[in-house]
Structures are given as structure tokens and as C-alpha cells.
């Protein structure tokens, strides 16, 4: 008992020194996490042999972290992103898989092999690029909306990756190098005789089988769980909202490995089927420092397993393999940008960016030792070599800053998003009083199209189901793209007075017979609008005000027919001498 306090102690206080700094030098929390198990293991020598034992309980982070990826990947907005996800990240993945591989295969590896390395060094560093992207305020670029597009296409490649890597095991991959430095054979890990439910069946029985424990998964996700967490709520507990959580995943993992398909891929398929559950948030505030202190725990032991020996003695090895995986993931990234039209500093936010391997390497190099697809060597220069890419990616980052101030800044003209819907209600601007509209109109059984050149509201949006597009809604092509000539009704909620009146003053040129309301933000702004054309115009503040008085004045003893009359009163005297003050 002592000896496990004692090395919980190292790994948690390794975690709180180095995680922090790691931040704070810009390194990203994924290299706090190796750079403490670095430190604990080859260096200090803090730990040993209980490292690869407690991997395998960490591993359950990237489990949860799935779970929660699904989570994020509801069935619609996958669909609506579907160009750049099977566009732009989908010829990501299968050119540079299909190149590392090639290289790989020159370098003197089988086939199979050469191809497993191409599938794990193929994905960058979810964890690091978003996290500096968000940090710098560069998500909102073409470049940086651009790279979310490839990392969530990588995230959701990991799936099938997992499911195809056994199938790659060859002979090669049963070597194994002793203590003492001599090659054994052996069989893949996991080679204990464990509870099956597919063991002894032919092989149409595994297909119905295996089939049968997806779909229970989605149906339980779609029809039981929503009863589940209400009879839960019942017993007004915090603790067991946290339990019934982590019970659905570790549940759904136990399922997957019965009928012999990877828990990831469970825990990945609940998530999306639980994406649009009235739950969703509450199991993500479950689940998530789980999976952060799994997740953290897994790094750490990678850290600490990484076998600096191989290092020291082939330093221009390793350090010659990654230079060559970044330049070469490097130059496809530049090619497809060019080729999707990503122009300007985007184009190298986006290709240095993504340069590096990522974090799910490990998880694939560590299922492919135990599935015997690769030998423990090659294992140990792949963790070296995904090591020190992400350890370059914050160099690469600051290169690009260097070259975004010579070109002159990222290109903040990106692309809108294309519109392939009309709906006789246009709404430009989704801030706070444009949702309101938005959402009353929707309820009133109208259909709507949502402009808006915030990228940040149309995620949200679109997050809590409701679909918007990004782009500036004063450029007379996005307008005739939402349907302006077919429209009945332009509401304009736009944050910026100028482009207010602007965009009501073309719409009225266009389409003389269009319904316009327009917010104002103030009196001589309802002016401006009137002068371009607007129909009806409504002040922010005003409406809210007369709510707020009539309220006054029924708290000073009036009835509320007599405060609703003088509400009337007083809106149409002001509304009489703001017309007569327009007219002049």
C-alpha cells in the first residue's frame, strides 16, 4: 500500500510542476505530460517496470476522450461540414499515409509495417494546435478554420485506424529485444484467454453478433438513456450523475471487447448518438476531468517508457527522421491548401500548423506493440520521433508569426461558407437580438437563413442545433446566394451601425418590394435606416425600456390595464415625433 501512495505521489507531482510550466513557457499541456514522465523515468529514474502495467488502465483516458469527441460530433453538423472533412482532411490522411509509407518502405520495412507507420504518423496533434490556435486568437482565420477541419477529420480517422491495424501484424512484428539486448519471438499481447462472446462462432454468427452489439449501443443511447439519467436525478446526488457516466463508457467498452472490436470505437459511436441528447452537457462535466487526468496519466507513462538509449545512440537517426516527416507532411499540407484555395499567411498557418505527429500516435504505436504490427525497435523510434515533432511545433508556430508580419497578416477575407439553402426570411446577424428573432420565427413554423461574419456564434450555433452560415452579410453575393430575390422578409440584427444602413440600402435598391426590419442602436441611427429604406426599424434598448416602466409603474399601485395603456400611449407619441423628425 505504501509503495503505491509513493507512486501516485511521483506521477501526480510530476504532473503539477511540469504541466503548469509547460503552459506557461507556450509548450502546450500534452508536453508538460512527456516532459514529467521524462523527467520521472529515464532521467530520475523515479519509476520503473509499473509503468507499462499502469499504461494499460490509462489507456481508458483515450476511451473517454473519444466518448467525448462523439459527443461533440452531432450527425448534422458532420454533414454540413462534409467538403472539408472529406475534402480538405479526407485527402490529408490517404496522401500523407500513402507517402510516409512509401518512405518507409525505402527505408527498408515490409509492406504491412510500412504501412502501419504510414497510418500512425499520418495524424498531428489535436491537443497542441488547437489549444495554440485558440490561445493566439487564430482560430477565426481561413488557416486556422481550415486546420480544425483536418484535425477533426484525423480525430475520427483514429476509429477505423484502430479497427484496420491488426490486420497488419505480420512476423516482423512479433520480435522483441530482451533485457540483456537479444532478439525473442513472441505472440501479440493480450494473448490471455478473457470472456468472449463471439469465441466458437462460425463466421456469420461473429458478423450477427458483433452487428448486434452496435446497434444495442445506439438504441440504448437513443431510447434508454434519457430514463436512465431521470431516474438517476431522483436520488438529487452530484456523485451519481459522475458514476451513471462513467458506467455508460465503461459499460460500452466491456461490450465492444466481448464481441471483439476496439472499446474506442464503442465509446465513439455512444457519443454520437448521445450528441443530441438533453444530457449531452452533463455528461460531458462528468466525464471530462477523467479523461484529462487519464489521458495526462497515459502521456506520463509514454514519457517515461521512452527509451532514450536508442536516442544517444542514433542521434542523427532520429533527429534526421523527423526533420524528414515535417518537411514532407509539410509540403503535402502546402499542396492541398493551394489546391483548396487557402491563400496567403492561412496557407502557412495552416501547413506548419500540422507539420508534427500527434498524441494519438502513441495510442496507435502502443495498440500496434500489442497487436504485433510493430516490433518493440520500431516502436521506440516512432515514440522518439512524435516526441520531438511536437516538441518543434511551437518553433513552428512562432515561424509562422515571423512570416505572417513579412506578408503582411493572415488573410482575413476567407472564404464564406457555402450557401445551399433559401428560406423566405433572411436574418443578418445572430447576436443576442437577432437569436431572439431567429428563434420566434422557427417556433412560428417559418423557415429562416442565418448570416453572420462571426465564426465563433455560427459554432455555437450551430453546436445547440441550428444552422447558420458564416460570412459577411453586406457582400451582395452571399445575399444572393441566402435567396435575396426570392425573400419576403430582411431582418437586419448587425453589431455594426455603418453596415447596417448599408446593407439596407442595398437590398432596398434590389428588391424595392422587401419587407426590411432593422435594428437601431440608438435615435439618430433609426434616422440613418429610414433614409436607406427599412420598413420597420426597432431600437435595442427601447422595447426593453417600456417593459421595464410599465413594471414601475404597476409596483406604484396602477392596474395593469392602466400601466398597459400607458405603455401604448407613450410608444406611439414617441414613434409620431420620430417620424415627423425623419421626415425633416
Known amino acids: 500500500m505504501d509503495g503505491v501512495l509513493l507512486q501516485s505521489l511521483i506521477y501526480l507531482g510530476a504532473m503539477v510542476i511540469a504541466v503548469p510550466l509547460s503552459v506557461r513557457f507556450g509548450l502546450g499541456s500534452v508536453l508538460g505530460y512527456l516532459i514529467a514522465g521524462i523527467a520521472i523515468g529515464p532521467v530520475l529514474g523515479l519509476v520503473g517496470s509499473e509503468t507499462e502495467d499502469l499504461q494499460h488502465y490509462a489507456e481508458f483516458g483515450v476511451v473517454l476522450m473519444l466518448f467525448l469527441i462523439g459527443l461533440e460530433l452531432d450527425p448534422k453538423g458532420l454533414w454540413e461540414m462534409r467538403r472539408k472533412l472529406l475534402g480538405l482532411g479526407g485527402l490529408q490522411v490517404v496522401i500523407t499515409t500513402l507517402a510516409i509509407a512509401a518512405a518507409a518502405f525505402s527505408l527498408g520495412l515490409d509492406a504491412q509495417m510500412a504501412l502501419a507507420v504510414g497510418l500512425t504518423l499520418s495524424l498531428s496533434s489535436t491537443a497542441i494546435v488547437l489549444k495554440t490556435l485558440n490561445e493566439k486568437d487564430l482560430m477565426q482565420t481561413g488557416g486556422g478554420r481550415s486546420a480544425f477541419s483536418v484535425l477533426l477529420t484525423q480525430d475520427i480517422a483514429v476509429i477505423p485506424f484502430l479497427a484496420f491495424l491488426p490486420l497488419l501484424a505480420s512476423e516482423a512484428g512479433m520480435i522483441r529485444f530482451a533485457e540483456d539486448g537479444s532478439i525473442e519471438r513472441?505472440?501479440?499481447?493480450?494473448?490471455?484467454?478473457?470472456?468472449?462472446?463471439?469465441?466458437?462462432?462460425?463466421?456469420?454468427?461473429?458478423?450477427?453478433?458483433?452487428?448486434?452489439?452496435?446497434?444495442?449501443?445506439?438504441?440504448?443511447?437513443?431510447?434508454?438513456?434519457?430514463?436512465?439519467?431521470r431516474f438517476i436525478h431522483m436520488s438529487r446526488l452530484r456523485e451519481m450523475y459522475t458514476a451513471v457516466a462513467l458506467a455508460i463508457v465503461v459499460g460500452i467498452a466491456v461490450l465492444m471487447i466481448l464481441v471483439g472490436l476496439?472499446?474506442?470505437?464503442?465509446?465513439?459511436?455512444?457519443?454520437?448518438?448521445?450528441?443530441?441528447?438533453?444530457?449531452?452537457?452533463?455528461?460531458?462535466?462528468?466525464?471530462?476531468?477523467?479523461?484529462?487526468?487519464?489521458?495526462?496519466?497515459f502521456f506520463i507513462t509514454v514519457g517515461a517508457g521512452i527509451n532514450f538509449a536508442v536516442l544517444i545512440g542514433n542521434p542523427f537517426l532520429i533527429v534526421g527522421l523527423t526533420a524528414g516527416l515535417m518537411v514532407l507532411k509539410g509540403l503535402i499540407l502546402y499542396a492541398i491548401a493551394a489546391a483548396f484555395r487557402v491563400r496567403g499567411a492561412d496557407r502557412w498557418l495552416f501547413t506548419l500548423g500540422l507539420a508534427q505527429a500527434g498524441e494519438f500516435g502513441f495510442v496507435l504505436i502502443a495498440f500496434g506493440v500489442q497487436q504485433a504490427v510493430f516490433p518493440g525497435r520500431v516502436a521506440e523510434i516512432m515514440l522518439l520521433v512524435i516526441a520531438l515533432s511536437m516538441l518543434l511545433t511551437p518553433?513552428?508556430?512562432?515561424?509562422?508569426?515571423?512570416?505572417r508580419d513579412h506578408l503582411g497578416g493572415p488573410d482575413e477575407t476567407a472564404e464564406p461558407d457555402a450557401i445551399d439553402h433559401a428560406a423566405p426570411v433572411i436574418i443578418a446577424g445572430i447576436g443576442r437580438f437577432g437569436q431572439v428573432v431567429n428563434r420566434m420565427v422557427k417556433a412560428s413554423g417559418f423557415d429562416t437563413v442565418v448570416l453572420d461574419s462571426d465564426l465563433k456564434t455560427i459554432q455555437l450555433m450551430r453546436r445547440f442545433g441550428f444552422k447558420g452560415y458564416f460570412g459577411d452579410p453586406t457582400r451582395p453575393e452571399l445575399l444572393q446566394a441566402a435567396g435575396l430575390e426570392m425573400a419576403k422578409v430582411l431582418v437586419v440584427a448587425v453589431d455594426d451601425r455603418n453596415a447596417a444602413v448599408q446593407l439596407v440600402r442595398y437590398a432596398r435598391k434590389v428588391r424595392p418590394d422587401l419587407s426590411i426590419t432593422a435594428r437601431a442602436h440608438d435615435r439618430l441611427h433609426v434616422y440613418e435606416l429610414y433614409e436607406a429604406g427599412a420598413d420597420h426599424i426597432v431600437r435595442?434598448?427601447?422595447?426593453?425600456?417600456?417593459?421595464?416602466?410599465?413594471?414601475?409603474?404597476?409596483?406604484?399601485?396602477?392596474?395593469d390595464y392602466e400601466a398597459h395603456e400607458l405603455e401604448i400611449a407613450f410608444y406611439r407619441h414617441d414613434r409620431e415625433n420620430l417620424r415627423a423628425l425623419a421626415e425633416l
Open 540 to 559: 435595442e434598448m427601447f422595447d426593453s425600456s417600456l417593459r421595464a416602466a410599465r413594471y414601475v409603474l404597476e409596483d406604484m399601485g396602477l392596474s
Open 262 to 297: 476496439s472499446p474506442a470505437l464503442g465509446a465513439f459511436v455512444a457519443g454520437v448518438v448521445l450528441a443530441n441528447s438533453e444530457f449531452r452537457h452533463e455528461l460531458e462535466a462528468n466525464i471530462e476531468p477523467f479523461k484529462g487526468l487519464l489521458l495526462g496519466l
Open 186 to 229: 513472441g505472440v501479440a499481447a493480450d494473448d490471455h484467454h478473457a470472456i468472449s462472446l463471439v469465441e466458437g462462432l462460425p463466421a456469420w454468427g461473429v458478423t450477427l453478433v458483433t452487428l448486434g452489439a452496435v446497434v444495442a449501443v445506439i438504441l440504448a443511447g437513443r431510447y434508454l438513456s434519457a430514463h436512465l439519467f
Open 395 to 403: 518553433l513552428a508556430f512562432i515561424a509562422y508569426e515571423r512570416l
